[in-house]
């Protein structure tokens, strides 16, 4: 491929900080640079406590099994978001219930209040994800959650870097989660942060990220955990990486404005949230797309559920780009449609299933030039035009 979709980018500093730690023969686990990334996180986000974890994934689950989540307890969640949302839901045995999106990407306000209203007991938790790094409508849901007693628990895998009223994304709830798999904003290769406000909660989690291993010269256990904490070489890459994390999102977002400075008139650009930035971590274009065609469920006008289309001209503009080795890919398969959650309950209103048929994410890799961009919007206008 010429151009991926978001390719890791290293800043320079990596290798040095992973010569300290051969240096120190502090390969794993854990180490002094698995902590100066946990405080590096804390102080960019401003958060009371962090914990790092080899996937988001992993800290997904750590959350929900510190906010007590339990077997048949009800976790409400976003339907459109990728699967690692929301499979920590089924390690504990727990419900989801989906909530389809409004005309940001994310949660949906009246279906969240409808699905809170019509639900037989009160839902744990609720997992919001902010996608490809666009802020949900915090002030709203931070004041449902409150009133309802639900622990909002952030999937801001996507959304390093994105900030709402100055705030950043993942800070709101009582947990957040970033991602630092590959193709994300920043990378350790592999690995996560669980960022929290509640010290000792966070130091549960800490707790059975090794094993819930009681604090003793034996190996001595009143409770089981898991492997999950992240090695001191990808503390170093994390380090790194978080030095560069402000120059990445405004490169992110420059490419954004490219984008839609060459296709703006033919493709149709989400704004993000009014007060917030969002890290533009994909940019994501939409084709023929008109407003009007949004909640189309609640007009009653039914589109197919489970086995989607894509638009046409979605699918020929993957392919046309694929010849030219540009990577590009349909926006997320909501969760409501995914075959193995068919028996769960879904607040849907056909937003999620309309930006899965038209939409596409371009490729976003913060080592791009305007001219890239412009090479892959020509070819872009043309597959459409065809
Ligand atoms: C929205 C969302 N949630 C969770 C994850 C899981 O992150 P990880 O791969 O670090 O487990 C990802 C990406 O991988 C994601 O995009």
């Not at 002094?32 to 986000?45: I, L, P, Q, T, W």
């Not at 034996?218 to 492997?227: A, C, Q, S, T, W």
């Not at 309950?345 to 001219?371: D, H, R, V, W």
């Not at 070819?379 to 065809?386: D, M, R």
């Amino acid at each position: 491929m010429r151009f991926f979709l978001s390719p890791p980018h290293m800043s320079g500093n990596e290798l040095k900080y992973i010569e300290e730690v051969f240096k120190s023969n502090y390969i794993a686990p854990l180490g002094e640079f698995v902590n100066r990334f946990e405080k590096s996180v804390k102080e960019y986000s401003k958060s009371e406590n962090a914990l790092a974890l080899n996937s988001a994934t992993a800290a997904l689950h750590l959350a929900l099994r510190v906010a007590g989540v339990e077997q048949n307890d009800i976790v409400l969640a976003s339907s459109f978001t990728f699967i690692a949302s929301v499979a920590p839901i089924c390690y504990l045995k727990a419900k989801p219930i989906f909530i389809d999106c409004d005309e940001t990407y994310n949660l949906d306000i009246t279906l969240l209040k409808r699905a809170i209203k019509e639900c037989e007991k009160r839902p744990k938790a609720l997992i919001l994800t902010h996608l490809y790094g666009n802020a949900a409508k915090m002030d709203e849901i931070m004041q449902i959650c409150s009133e309802n007693n639900i622990i909002l628990i952030e999937d801001a895998a996507e959304a390093l870097g994105s900030f709402y009223r100055e705030k950043a994304l993942g800070t709101f709830g009582e947990f957040g989660v970033y991602s630092y798999n590959g193709n994300k904003i920043i990378t350790t290769s592999g690995g996560g942060m669980l960022v929290g406000k509640n010290k000792e909660k966070v130091e549960k989690a800490r707790f059975y990220s090794t094993q819930a291993r009681e604090d003793c010269l034996h190996y001595e256990h009143l409770d089981y955990g898991y492997n999950y904490r992240l090695s001191n070489v990808l503390g170093a890459i994390g380090l790194a990486q978080m030095e560069v994390l402000e120059q990445r999102v405004l490169k992110k977002r420059e490419i954004y404005n490219w984008y839609k400075e060459f296709l703006g008139d033919k493709l149709t650009f989400l704004d993000e949230l009014k007060d917030s930035r969002s890290n533009r971590w994909l940019s994501t274009a939409l084709i023929d797309f008109d407003t009007k065609e949004l909640n189309l469920y609640e007009k009653n006008i039914n589109i197919s559920q489970k086995n989607i289309p894509l638009h046409p001209k979605i699918s020929k503009l993957i392919d046309d780009l694929k010849k030219e080795q540009i990577e590009t890919r349909p926006l997320w398969k909501a969760m409501h449609t995914q075959a193995v959650f068919k028996d769960c309950k879904a607040y849907i209103n056909g937003n999620s299933e309309l930006f899965f048929q038209k939409g596409i994410c371009l490729p976003s890799g913060t080592a791009m030039q305007k001219n890239d961009v412009k090479e892959i919007s020509e070819l872009i206008l043309k597959s459409i035009k065809e």
